[in-house]
């Protein structure tokens, strides 16, 4: 019961980052979709923790290639990029653990 609240609360969580992402990048659209996969976590269907897991990974992708540019771009201004690249690793890891978390089985109790 714990773990599932926990993983509810990490996948809302993961999508309003990723969401947020694209709200400031000016993707209206694309910041709507995502904040709206969480509606999938009360579906009981198969496909729906699938189509969870495909919108984590891509967001996974978009903060990785996001990291790559903010990086390479402050190397090439001269600017220091380390505490850029430690919140990154921050946000890209928060979204895998939140991917695993979605693998994770809970165990029914026995009587």
Known sequence: MILKAVKYIFVFL???LISAHFLRAGIPALSFLFISLPIFLFIR??????IIRIGLLVGVAIYIETAYRIITARIKLG?????????????????????????????????
């Open 14 to 16: 993961s999508f309003i």
């Open 45 to 50: 269907h198969p496909a729906s923790i699938f």
């Open 79 to 111: 600017l220091t990029y380390e505490k850029a690249a430690i919140i990154m690793a921050g946000v890209v890891g928060f979204l895998l653990l939140t991917v695993v978390l979605t693998f994770k089985k809970e165990k029914q109790n026995q009587l």
